[in-house]
T-cell receptor, first 110, second 112 residues
Framework: QQQVKQSPQSLIVQKGGISIINCAYE??????FPWYQQFPGKGPALLIA?????SEKKEGRFTISFNKSAKQFSLHIMDSQPGDSATYFC?????????FGTGTRLKVLA | IAGITQAPTSQILAAGRRMTLRCTQD?????MYWYRQDLGLGLRLIHY???????GKGEVPDGYSVSRANTDDFPLTLASAVPSQTSVYFC???????????FGEGSRLTVL
């Protein structure tokens, strides 16, 4: 049973474009929603995170939009760059069950 | 540089053999986790520990065991390895269960 559903599985975007990745969760006990970025051969690293008391959080070119009633959240990457090419994971956390989505492989074309 | 150290980096193992993946952190984090990463399945939680002396089961615990004798170490043991356990294993830690996870570089395990 996948508690955190992520889409799309892969994404190709032109340089300067907007990349959008979506996630949906089922467990209302989750109270921390991070996004992780992973480059080949490396462990994932935290990119940006949000808690359910806010609907949006922005850090530079990266924005999380959070819809508590729909139990959905999304990552927007503005002005996408080739260096953003990586695998992105959404996650949800609560009571030590830190659960990840299946990942989105993003490729930004130069 | 402080963080998570995993060993070995990679290992080829015959089916039926016992294997322990080592994980050590020097950040004095309370919580530690083991994940396996498989293509198309993302990161799946195997076991976790919220503090020394306690452990819990994640999404895919069967065939794996863990122990947490102290704050810094969290080894993962495969008692009798099977080919379906071929994967990349990541150890992670966090100060608490709602904070940033810090990952190691991973251990690539191949079971033949």
């Amino acid at each position: 049973q996948q508690q955190v559903k992520q889409s799309p599985q892969s994404l190709i975007v032109q340089k300067g474009g907007i990349s959008i990745i979506n996630c949906a969760y089922e467990n209302t006990a989750f109270d921390y929603f991070p996004w992780y970025q992973q480059f080949p051969g490396k462990g994932p690293a935290l990119l940006i995170a949000i808690r359910p008391d806010v609907s949006e959080k922005k850090e530079g070119r990266f924005t999380i939009s959070f819809n508590k009633s729909a139990k959905q959240f999304s990552l927007h990457i503005m002005d996408s760059q080739p260096g953003d090419s990586a695998t992105y994971f959404c996650a949800a956390s609560g009571t030590y069950k830190y659960i990840f989505g299946t990942g989105t492989r993003l490729k930004v074309l130069a | 540089i402080a963080g998570i150290t995993q060993a070995p980096t990679s290992q080829i193992l015959a089916a039926g053999r016992r294997m322990t993946l080592r994980c050590t952190q020097d950040m004095r984090h309370n919580a530690m986790y083991w994940y396996r990463q498989d293509l198309g399945l993302g990161l799946r939680l195997i076991h976790y520990s919220n503090t020394a002396g306690t452990t819990g089961k994640g999404e895919v615990p069967d065939g794996y065991s863990v122990s947490r004798a102290n704050t810094d170490d969290f080894p993962l043991t495969l008692a009798s390895a099977v080919p379906s356990q071929t994967s990349v294993y990541f150890c992670a830690s966090s100060a608490d269960y709602t904070g940033e996870l810090f990952f190691g570089e991973g251990s690539r395990l191949t079971v033949l």
